[in-house]
Nanobody, 116 residues
């Protein structure tokens, strides 16, 4: 089992920044990729960014150049630094961890609200 706990969400003005954190615990040695997804109000959950154990990153086109995903392996934590936030970035942000077997774990989510 893997437990994921997100933190760092909140209310921010358009153009502002936030940093989300996701602390992983449990059977973390089985994790190969971690990432962030988001679910805007009334919409489906969508990919934001992922990072592999080797550090390879992948971003949704909508956040490229504004968001940065990183990981601190010593702290078993993944971060999502968000700059130049827009109202359309408003969503519940979920941390995700994928095992080598393909099984996926989810965090409980953290709300990000960008006020115009």
């Amino acid at each position: 089992q893997v437990q994921l706990v997100e933190s760092g969400g909140g209310l921010v003005q358009a153009g502002g920044s936030l940093r989300l954190s996701c602390a992983a615990s449990g059977d973390i040695f089985s994790i190969t990729v971690m990432g962030w997804y988001r679910q805007p109000p009334g919409k489906q959950r969508e990919l934001v960014a992922t990072i592999s154990n080797g550090g390879t990153t992948n971003y949704a086109d909508s956040v490229k150049g504004r968001f940065t995903i990183s990981r601190d392996n010593a702290k078993n934590t993944v971060y999502l630094q968000m700059y130049s936030l827009k109202p359309e970035d408003t969503a519940v942000y979920y941390c995700n961890a994928k095992r080598f077997s393909g099984y996926v774990y989810w965090g409980q989510g953290t709300q990000v609200t960008v006020d115009s």
